[in-house]
């Protein structure tokens, strides 16, 4: 699976962005489609994911309530609505697509394919 992620600018803290991840073929209803995301000198944490067949969603704790995930499935895409933003969510947002076994949704090795990423800064 390619993936293509986009979306990602400049804005000022409170605002918003929308992010997409457009998938190379339409067997992405097989799979998980998450987004993980990377500040300099941090490790990769893990922001949110969409179960493609069972309509589940996943955040992490502290994106609840700010960001949503959601898709299009005749586009085979995937977004991520990002709403009160604030510097701390300044990072390189990557999605990614995986169906692992035994695995945590919520950890890197579960998506095996990955896109090349977007930057997202916000200004204080």
């Keep these: 699976v390619q993936l293509q992620a986009s979306g990602g600018g400049l804005v000022q803290a ?3 962005l929308r992010l997409s991840c457009a998938a190379s073929v339409r067997t992405i209803s097989n799979y ?4 993980f995301r990377q500040a300099p000198g941090l490790e990769r944490d893990f922001v949110a994911a969409i179960s493609w067949r069972a309509l589940s969603t996943y ?3 502290s994106m609840k309530g700010r960001f949503t995930i959601s898709k299009d499935n005749a586009k085979a895409t995937v977004y991520l609505q990002m709403n009160s933003l604030q510097p ?3 990072a390189v947002y990557y999605c990614a697509a995986g169906r692992g076994i035994g ?3 919520t950890d890197a090795a579960y998506f095996s394919s990955w ?3 977007t930057q997202v800064t916000v200004s204080s």
């Design 14 to 16: 409170g605002g918003s």
């Design 32 to 35: 998980v489609v998450g987004w």
């Design 59 to 61: 955040y992490a704790d």
């Design 88 to 90: 701390e969510d300044t």
């Design 103 to 105: 695995v945590q949704i």
């Design 115 to 117: 896109g090349q990423g």
